[in-house]
């Protein structure tokens, strides 16, 4: 709405308003819209949801007007498929596509929920996505002093997914509503038909077609619309929070039936995992969850549905675990993690995490520690230039470099040392041809067989 359009309106109110006084209507009409509005506020605002706003209204001193903004909820009847046409951001010829740098021809960033490919033409990128529920529409009214006794109320819609013809469409038949049944309050008849026929009106049933919208002058001019949002990426995230929203609130409501122990249960006693879709009851996830701590198998948290690799979100494992529990968990999933990790020892004296020098072929690592610097293959003093002097060889050497002429106290302990040195030895060379690093996620396995 321009700035003239908007001096205009409000010269006209200032107009109706006098009028009104003068024919002694104002008393009648405050009344029926303060009726209005308490009957509103009643049928749309619950304890779970809030679905009007009053954004200002008629003080005591009769001075202001009632301003509001009232949540649509559209009705679909089934599944709606919403098909996305975006620019890619290239001119329009071929050459230019073909010759366009390779960083121009990345997707938008919509998320895994929205995969995007590229047009044949290269002029546009193409994906679509199901919704049950569709985002809301925005009806903004205000009620002149002369409503509803003479005029309508001043309104205008907006939504993200309807483009301006649409929406210049509903307001013109919000119009006609108003001329059927004029003097009576009409906001709850626009609601109640617009929640229930929109999509029919603009004969949307299971497609829907998104994209940027054009400028239009002759559009912009019409003061009952707000134009469709540009930012297609907020539009389309809008509308995949809404639906998913709008599922969970209608899975709590109903029961559900557990994929473990089968039991039926109302669904706010489950955990639904989002990209899997699969649920499962509170219980039996934190039995789940234990067993895989205490076991110490964290890297196995995932959707305990066969088959399914879906990793469990940390919301849900901290929910269902103690504070305990739960740092065991923090601590577990750290530690594979650090397993993980390529360039990361442990020192062979405190065994403390130590991350290896940036060259590899140095075998280096310094513990930042105890300050001792190691070489990581045969984990003894780090030897620059010289070659890792083996496990059996230094077991030969400690036999051949046995001391003579000692006390039975120092024998004793010579052989206690010396005992277990061997065992280091022995246990160093087991792991040595035994362990290796799976060649998936580079976690530590002991050989099993072969």
């Known amino acids: 709405m321009t700035e003239e359009t908007q001096a205009l309106a409000l010269t006209n109110c200032c107009g109706v308003l006098v009028d009104s006084f003068k024919s002694g209507l104002f008393d009648e009409n405050l009344q029926e819209q303060q009726d209005e509005v308490l009957a509103l506020q009643a049928i749309f605002n619950t304890e779970d949801e809030q679905r009007l706003m009053i954004l200002s209204e008629v003080s005591k001193d009769k001075e202001g007007l009632f301003s509001l903004q009232i949540t649509i909820c559209p009705k679909a009847n089934d599944l709606i498929q919403v098909n996305l046409v975006l620019p890619s951001g290239q001119e329009e010829d071929v050459a230019a596509a073909?010759?366009?740098?390779?960083?121009?021809?990345?997707?938008?960033?919509?998320?895994?929920?929205?995969?995007?490919?590229?047009?044949?033409?290269?002029?546009?990128?193409?994906?679509?996505?199901?919704?049950?529920?569709?985002?809301?529409?925005?009806?903004?009214?205000?009620?002149?002093?002369?409503?509803?006794?003479?005029?309508?109320?001043q309104f205008h819609l907006s939504c993200g997914w309807l483009s301006k013809d649409q929406l210049t469409s509903l307001s013109h038949e919000m119009e006609n509503l108003w001329a059927e049944g004029s003097q009576m309050p009409i906001l709850f008849t626009w609601v109640n038909w617009l929640e229930d026929n929109v999509l029919r009106h603009l004969g949307i049933t299971d497609q829907l077609v998104l994209q940027p919208s054009i400028p239009d002058t002759e559009v912009e001019e019409e003061t009952n619309i707000v134009p469709y949002i540009e930012n297609m990426n907020e539009v389309i995230a809008d509308m995949i929070r809404y639906n998913r929203r709008q599922l969970d609130i209608e899975f709590c409501k109903n029961l559900q039936e557990c994929h473990v122990c089968y039991c039926e249960k109302p669904g706010e006693k489950f955990f639904r995992l989002f990209e899997c879709k699969h649920h499962f009851c509170r219980d039996c996830m934190a039995d789940f969850c234990l067993m895989h701590v205490q076991q110490g198998t964290v890297e196995a948290l995932k959707c305990p549905d066969r088959g399914c690799n879906t990793i469990i979100p940390p919301y849900i494992v901290q929910a269902v675990m103690g504070p305990e529990a739960y740092q065991r968990w923090e601590q577990l999933l750290l530690q594979k993690t650090l397993d993980a990790m390529s360039d990361t020892v442990?020192?062979?004296?405190?065994?403390?995490?130590?991350?290896?020098?940036?060259e590899e072929e140095l075998h280096l690592a310094?513990?930042?520690?105890?300050?001792?610097?190691?070489?990581?293959?045969?984990?003894?003093?780090?030897?620059?230039?010289?070659?890792?002097?083996?496990?059996?060889?230094?077991?030969?050497?400690?036999?051949?470099?046995?001391?003579?002429?000692?006390?039975?106290?120092?024998?004793?302990?010579?052989?206690?040392?010396?005992?277990?040195?061997?065992?280091?030895?022995?246990?160093?060379?087991?792991?040595?041809?035994?362990?290796?690093?799976?060649?998936?996620c580079r976690i530590r396995v002991e050989k099993d067989g072969g």
């Open 98 to 153: 073909s010759a366009a740098p390779a960083k121009e021809l990345n997707p938008p960033a919509l998320g895994p929920d929205v995969p995007l490919n590229r047009s044949v033409s290269g002029w546009h990128w193409r994906g679509s996505f199901p919704v049950k529920y569709l985002s809301p529409l925005y009806l903004h009214s205000t009620l002149p002093p002369s409503y509803p006794s003479q005029n309508p109320p």
């Open 366 to 440: 310094r513990c930042p520690q105890c300050f001792f610097a190691f070489c990581t293959e045969c984990q003894q003093g780090w030897h620059q230039g010289r070659n890792c002097v083996s496990d059996e060889q230094v077991l030969e050497d400690i036999q051949k470099k046995a001391p003579t002429g000692l006390s039975r106290e120092e024998e004793k302990k010579y052989q206690e040392l010396k005992r277990k040195a061997e065992e280091e030895m022995k246990s160093r060379m087991l792991m040595k041809n035994n362990i290796r690093n799976c060649p998936n």
């Open 346 to 358: 442990y020192c062979p004296r405190c065994n403390s995490l130590v991350i290896t020098e940036a």
